[in-house]
């Protein structure tokens, strides 16, 4: 068979898995299928949202990462026979409400709230002509590194380059069906006042929420009262006029011929608005994907003006691109809170899931999260020491560079070099950092008591004449060295010898004793990366109260 064949093979076979495919992109993806066989058309639209009145976090990148696993899934589906764009569109025409809690001296914006976005000054100093300019140029640059293919797109681009005219033209027409959709959400006082078009000021620039005059459907024209009193008519085309975010998103939909959006489970109730709007607008809503809210440490809503939770810089000093996409792959209609403790593990379990990948039939591969993550092609990678262990050698170590993980890593995986695995060298680099920003600050160590000290003293004991290499052996002889400890007994689980097993309070101790946390990776093989005699030593510290005191 040839190598054409081969591949042809292994596209029906996946082809074929994907009509079945548990994994949520395949979800979405044939409902995209069904969608096209009701309303046939030569081209799929995927498009996301963002809106730029704060800096660019974790929620908007993975709108894009999540909507790339569903095109690709829909490509495999289709057998890539149906061309797709990704559109990423900022709503950087919307008026500034707020100044955002973290920009740099936020009096000097106070003259331009409810002014555009690409009105407002970069309060950054980065050089851009505004600050949705900026907080738009932060999101393509990660868009850019991640290597996400998509088209961006400008609101304000849109309006005032006329792309959008015949939608408003159409919303002029339809304006009474609008309201009537529009008002009966709206409380009292807010209905006397609401109008789905929000017209700039001629005179200051501002985005006005003002009650409407009159509308002219014939000649695309609305008449208000402008800030200096005077009653102003003006088109509703040509980036005259916005409209109010929730006709808005229905009318996008309508003028772009949107197939698929996702979006926070804050919009949930309002998609029955969005849709209406669309089909008033003689459009048909795309298929919805709503995910839930990703929260900050403490459970609160991550927000772009609060600047809470982690930022994808952040993210990124700590760990790579593809941690973050796992991240964004697992569990989308679940609550997850994002702060800087989950990184480690979503790095570690990235590795895991690519580990396992080879391994794997193709049913499998399909449901594996590398596939969806590398658009079904995941490296080949060997990474002989997890992300956990590196940060534990390096709190033991109080690493202040990779060069000296490379001393433990070297020394447990012989033959493995910074050359010879660069991923591996970028991780270290990872870890180092992580340590001295999150870890390091973090760590108490406390004195042990007396049933410790006994305990540490015979595990010193117990590892001295053992052979550095032997993983199992280490691990087995710091398990024997608590066994005989009440405190350290797990009567619901037997050892060897019959006898109880032992709990993880004894792991717990020794992390807080040694490292000065509360967790680790198996202890064992801590030590055989670590080595027998710095780990001793370590021991020795804890003994005689040094690591405690250095702490205080």
Known sequence: ????????????????????????????????????????????????GYGPSGLPHIGTFGEVARTTMVRHAFHVLTGGEIPTRLLCFSDDMDGMRKIPDNVPDPAALKPYLQMPLTVVPDPFGGGYPSFGAHNNAMLR?????????????SATDYYKAGKLDAVLLKAAEKYEAIMEVMLPTLGEERQATYSPFLP????????????????????????FTDEDGV??????????????????????????????????????????????ICEILDGVAPEHFVYELFLDEVGQKISKSK????????????????SLALYMFQSPRSAKKLHFDVIPKAVDEYYSFLARYPTQDWKSRLGNPVWHIHSGNPPALDLPVSFGLLLKLASASNAEDKG?????????????????????????????????DRV??????????????????????ALAPLDGTDRDAIQNAVLDVARPVPRYQDLKRKGPDGGPGVSFAWFSALYELLLGEK???????FVAAYGIPETRALIARALSGELARGAA
Not at 28 to 43: G, T
């Open 307 to 322: 600047g809470n939770g982690l930022s994808i810089d952040e993210w990124l000093t700590y760990a790579s691109p593809e």
């Open 141 to 153: 640059r990660f868009l850019d590194t991640f290597g996400f293919d998509y088209e961006f797109a």
């Open 231 to 276: 009653d102003k008519t003006v088109p509703v085309t040509g980036g005259q006029v916005k409209l109010q975010w929730k006709p808005d998103f229905g009318a996008r939909w309508a003028a772009l011929d949107v197939d698929f959006e996702m979006f926070g489970k804050d919009h949930q109730t309002n998609a029955p608005i969005y849709d209406r």
């Open 200 to 223: 700039i000021s001629p005179t200051s620039g501002r985005v006005l929420y003002v009650p409407l005059k009159a509308v002219d459907a014939k000649a695309g024209t609305i008449t």
């Open 404 to 436: 000296v993980l490379w001393r433990f890593i070297g020394r447990y995986a012989p033959g493995v070099t910074a050359q010879t695995h660069p991923h591996m060298d970028q991780l270290a680099g990872y870890a180092v950092r992580y340590f001295i």
């Open 519 to 525: 967790e680790g990776p198996r202890f064992g093989t």
């Open 440 to 461: 390091k600050p973090r760590r108490a160590f406390r004195l042990a008591d007396e049933v410790e000290a006994d305990a540490l003293a015979r595990l010193d004991a």
């Open 1 to 48: 068979m040839t190598a054409t064949a081969q591949v042809e093979d292994v596209a029906t076979e996946l082809r074929e898995l994907a009509q079945t495919a548990g994994a949520w992109p395949f979800e979405e993806a044939r409902k995209i299928v069904e969608r096209l066989k009701r309303k046939p058309k030569a081209e799929v639209l995927f498009e996301t």
